[in-house]
């Protein structure tokens, strides 16, 4: 199988820059329209694929983002390595504005969103011990330093609802919990790609202190996207430098990602929804 790197674009990053033969290509999927159309070309002869996460103009807030729409159709279109790009608050002292963060793990908050492309009819329970893919976020953090960023890596990200910020008595609990970073978009998203096989690693541009740290600000729209246009040059010169990391022959996933799916299933084949199986045609061909 040939690599194809899928790349979901966070606040502020809305298009990459360089891809060969590139064309917006509109993808239907069982669960609805992705976020957008996708920008699909090449990238130094591989294969890749570009979401932006809330639409180009900014149309989707973070709990009405199609997640499962926009992970079918990047695995509909052959993606096998996804990145995932997000503006993040940090909730630690030396994670400061403008850093990038390589996120490993997840607490996830959320509560008004669909997580799971599987349910009643025929479920499934894949495990997220392990939510990132380490050998693609190896990759991640090359192409980062490549493109002359300092990267903090093993962060544990929480996903929080919003849209609103954190209240400074939530900012100090997530603190507690030993959360260093905090963002409202990557949940589902981890868990929906696990679902589907997909290699996923998380880039997290820091743009603030969220409101805990006594010595700044609490977070303002102003501040952040003052940071995260100084911030957009950099993420793309990562994403640019992602053919390079990954290149080589693809070798089956060491964690195991592209096989997530192999004892997950868990309705009996005679007791599973028809019409559910052919909504999963993407994200579960392989095992259904």
């Known amino acids: 199988m040939q690599t194809m790197i899928g790349v979901i674009g966070g606040s502020g990053v809305y298009r990459i820059e360089g ?28 294969p890749m694929a570009f979401l932006p996460r809330h639409g180009r103009g900014h149309v989707h807030s973070p709990s009405s983002i199609p997640y499962r729409a926009n992970i079918d159709a990047l695995k509909r279109l052959g993606c096998t390595d996804v990145i995932a790009v997000s503006a993040v608050g940090s909730l630690r002292e030396d994670f400061g504005p403008g850093d990038f963060v390589l996120v490993e793990q997840f607490i996830d908050r959320t509560f008004a969103r669909e997580k799971s492309f599987f349910g009643a009819g025929c479920v499934a329970h894949v495990s997220l011990a392990h939510p990132t893919c380490p050998r693609l976020g190896s990759a991640l953090a090359l192409a980062a330093t490549a493109a002359g960023k300092t990267i903090h890596q093993g962060a544990t990200y929480l996903a929080m609802e919003g849209p609103q910020f954190s209240t400074l008595a939530e900012s100090r609990l997530y603190r507690q919990w ?45 501040t952040v996207i003052a940071t995260l246009t100084a911030n957009a040059d950099a993420a793309r010169a990562t994403v640019a430098e992602l053919p390079r ?36 045609d993407a994200v579960a061909g392989r095992v259904l």
């Open 178 to 222: 030993g959360a260093d970073v905090i963002g409202m978009t990557g949940m589902p998203e981890a868990k929906l790609a696990r679902e589907a096989e997909l290699c996923y690693a998380s880039l997290a541009m820091v743009t603030d202190y969220d409101c805990w740290h006594p010595d700044h600000d609490a977070v303002d729209v102003a």
């Open 19 to 46: 891809l060969e033969g590139a064309s917006w290509v509109k993808v239907k999927t069982p669960w609805g329209k992705p976020s957008d159309e996708i920008l699909v070309g090449r990238l130094m002869g591989t």
């Open 245 to 280: 990391a990954l290149q080589g022959p693809r070798m089956p996933c060491p964690q195991g990602c592209d096989r997530a799916l192999g004892h997950a299933l868990m309705t009996a084949p005679d007791q599973r929804d028809p019409e559910l199986l052919a909504r999963l």
